[in-house]
């Protein structure tokens, strides 16, 4: 069997390729432990409280959807089946993922259309309190479509002590799908549904707090309880002590409180126009407490009047990336309102989505953004502003330049009021195309939207690639089997590839399937050499754009797997089997 050298072969040209990639797995390496859990989103019904359901869209039959949690350094393969009647992806809020897998229609990928299955394949996900949630369909931010993503540190050590925990997800319920309830929930129920949390006196109790509402910003407090914040959009921050914390949609806050007043007491939020009144209450009861549950209606007086966290007072725990004086570029991000043909517009830099002007970055520059409220005076509007695929690095707070608190989401308040803007650098740091949007459904169905967008060859490999822009094609599709034996030493198998017929097809070779594209002539055996420092395969020729490419893989117990990596759609693949529907790499082994 002829093998080829990566030398010997011509780089592919650059727009529109595909590749497949494939590398060896020597043990020893890449042991990055993946955790697969299946998750399906179906219309259903869910009780928010005894005796009241209401119609929704379910991840798992569930409202909120399952919380998934991994520790840092492990993988997440979320086998994503679509039953509802509609196209969907998933968004995984926060986290800087690479652009294939952020759930964004039309900008990241296609859409997962209805009955069809899609694998995220998530690395490298940050520590902390995290969200997942459709995107691009307004509609199905308010149907019942969210959950928590919690990733642990992998040293436990770097998250702050504490006995228990609970994680605490603030939602509006507008009752788009037909039922009895509109209001708010917390984890799902409303003030009527609610489940004590218990605590023991002495306890540390740490709260994961989540805002997944479509239309909600909201002040949460603990009555009875100072809170310590301690981290932000899962970014760990210095301690700050409040009464009272303002928590825009999309936002996280995690908080610590020290149990030492034993009573029967309301977690509650009310909007953040008016914090006299409670939109939903949980309850914290210490264990041996009788007392009544406080009424739905109660306002906690932290809730009403108590201290409110303010971005200013906060500074990253951790090291991180200090801010610059001289960033590579600086832009405004205005956010305005106004009249469009079929009623209010919002607007961004006077544009709507999707008939916007990106924000034009190169990667590697360090940018900076102000974004500011000119939004009527007359009609206050708050806009929590967020980015994906990257951090904002505030500017202006307690971390001064060294310590800038990182956060995904920054609440931007109204014109005229305190906090109507924000200065926050990025480093742009994960090519591709980025969305930047306010998280309020309605702003962002009516235009609060754009793209940052990278230029040029951001890898520095000479060629324009997927690496640098991820195309979105609905081709090529890989379809590998997922038993481990069909990859042990000595095993053979063969992987089905899809591709647009007369389209560029590139077949990576190499130990870094990042490092070097190859385009290869001709249809042939998939061979692997573990005798070369070099890998080596071959593929297609096939013009109906269908392959299949047997391989063999050598018998040495030191190869643990093979590694493919591609770009395409999610099939429903055959039995035993997944579709490889991005270019992260998957490990079987
Ligand atoms: Cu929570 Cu564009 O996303
Ligand atoms: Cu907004």
Redesign the pocket.
Known sequence: MATLAPQHLALMPASHACALALALVASGSLRAQVVEVNLTAAPGTTQVAPGVSVNAWLYNGSMPGPTLRVTEGQTLRVRFQNNLPDSTAIHWHGQPIQLGMDGVPDISRPAIAAGQEFIYDLNNLIPGTYWFHPHGHEMQLDVGLASVLIVDPANPGSDPAFDVEQTIVLDDWANPLGGAFSGHLLNGRSSAGQNPISVQPGQRLRLRVVNVAATTNYVFALDGHAMTVTHADGNRVQPVVVQAIPIGIGERWDVLVDCNNPGTWSLAASTIENRNATMVRGIVQYAGQTGPMPAATFVPTNLASGSLLNYSQLASYFPVQPITSTPNRTFTAS?GMGMGPSGMI?TINGQTWPNVTPFQVAAGEHVQMSIVNNGMMMMP?????HVHGHFFRLMGTAGGTANPPKKDTVLIRPNGQPGSSATVQISMDNPGRWLLH???ME??ATG?MTAIEYNGDADGDGVLTRSDYEPMLPLPVVTISDQPSAFAPGASGAVRVQWTPGQAFGLFIGPNELALWVSLPGLGTLVLDPTSAALYGLVLTSTSGVATLPYILPNNPAIIGLRVGMQGVGVVPPANSVVLSTFQALTAR
């Open positions: 956010l919002h509007e708050y806009h929590p502003m306010c998280h309020n702003h962002m609060m």
